[in-house]
């Protein structure tokens, strides 16, 4: 199947420092991709939509200055954590929508990204 | 908005047994996609089975079925033959027409009993 990978795996930061996370598509195209947060057990959280050659799309609560997103090409998508504090310390994931060569529609996650801010 | 629920936090099943996790789904499309995705202790989001809303015919894999039920919005998961493998989290998602981003449910934490 289609592969996205993610890096760092792991981060640790100091408070007030920002963190950048990379998610790439490494076999396949994505004009868009997907971030995701997920805290200590419970579900995933879209954070935002992130558009190849354009502004990303927010989700409400989600403040766009805090978490950057940037979609240089069509393989790699990238989330700035800014000023980063211990409340954003979480489990980030990231996916990118795909057709199999059936022509069915999958979405494949990164193996995300742990922040832990101190 | 569409929301996805999964009224089971936890089940347990034994070893080489079947066991049935449930989810409803609330949404007006009538063009959407259905998943269910598993999720180790590694974190990683592992497709488990897809199906497609215009499919009558219940997706399969292996081990894994699904019992779709559009009227009702009903879409669980069946594992067959139970492996301790398959402990996870297990969270069922939809995902509208287009480029539109998953929507997931809380999640049902399965334990694999030997």
């Known amino acids: 199947g289609a592969v996205v990978s993610q890096h760092p795996s792991w981060v640790i930061c100091k408070s007030g420092t920002s963190v950048k996370i990379e998610c790439r598509s490494l076999d396949f195209q994505a004009t868009t991709m997907f971030w995701y947060r997920q805290f200590p057990k419970q579900s995933l959280m879209l954070m935002a939509t992130?558009?190849?050659?354009?502004?990303?799309?927010?989700e409400q609560g989600v403040e766009k200055d805090k978490f950057l997103i940037n979609h240089a090409s069509l393989t790699l998508s990238t989330l700035t954590v800014t000023s980063a504090h211990p409340e954003d310390s979480s489990f980030y994931i990231c996916?990118?929508?795909?057709?199999?060569?059936?022509?069915?529609?999958?979405?494949?996650f990164g193996p995300g990204t742990r922040l832990l801010v101190l | 908005a569409q929301t996805v629920t999964q009224s089971q936090p936890e089940m347990s099943v034994q070893e080489a047994e079947t066991v049935t996790l449930s989810c409803t789904y609330d949404t007006s499309e009538s063009d959407y996609y259905l998943f269910w995705y598993k999720q180790p202790p590694s974190r990683q989001m592992i497709l488990v089975i897809r199906q497609e809303a215009y499919k009558q015919q219940n997706a399969t894999e292996n081990r894994f079925s699904v019992n779709f039920q559009k009227a009702a919005k009903s879409f669980s998961l069946k594992i067959s033959d139970s492996q301790l493998g398959d402990a996870a989290m297990y969270f069922c998602a939809y995902k509208g027409s287009g480029n539109t981003p998953l929507v997931f449910g809380k999640g049902t934490r399965l334990s694999v009993i030997a």
């Open positions: 996916s990118a929508p795909t057709r199999g060569a059936s022509g069915q529609e999958t979405q494949y």
């Open positions: 992130s558009n190849e050659g354009s502004k990303a799309t927010y």
